[in-house]
């Protein structure tokens, strides 16, 4: 059974940073792409960044240069580290399976999501 929890959401001032965490079960990450989806209010849901061990990385152009997707195989979780982060990042975001180039409709399994807040 895939399971996929989220944490590290929360409160952050313009400019700061966050590092959410991504515990997936039920499949391992070597044999599948996983990645990060948000989704602010009144906005549709978008794909942030994937990681692959096929394809590598993918971010979202407006997240580019700012946030870095990792993962560590052992523990089997992929983090997001947000930095210089802003108030148009704002969003609850979703951990999710698989990730193909960010998009949604291909997406199978989704956590419960964590929310983050970029407000001074």
């Known amino acids: 059974q895939v399971q996929l929890v989220e944490s590290g959401g929360g409160l952050v001032q313009p400019g700061g940073s966050l590092r959410l965490s991504c515990a997936a079960s039920?499949?391992?990450?070597?044999?599948?792409?996983i990645g990060w989806f948000r989704q602010a209010p009144g906005k549709e849901r978008e794909g942030v960044s994937c990681?692959?061990?096929?394809?590598?990385?993918y971010y979202t152009d407006s997240v580019k240069g700012r946030f870095t997707i990792s993962r560590d195989n052992a523990e089997n979780t992929v983090y997001l580290q947000m930095n210089s982060l802003k108030p148009d990042d704002t969003a609850v975001y979703y951990c999710a399976m698989p990730c193909v180039q960010a998009i949604v409709d291909l997406v199978d399994y989704w956590g419960q999501g964590t929310q983050v807040t970029v407000s001074s």
């Open positions: 039920g499949f391992s990450l070597d044999d599948y792409a």
């Open positions: 990681f692959s061990s096929t394809d590598g990385t």
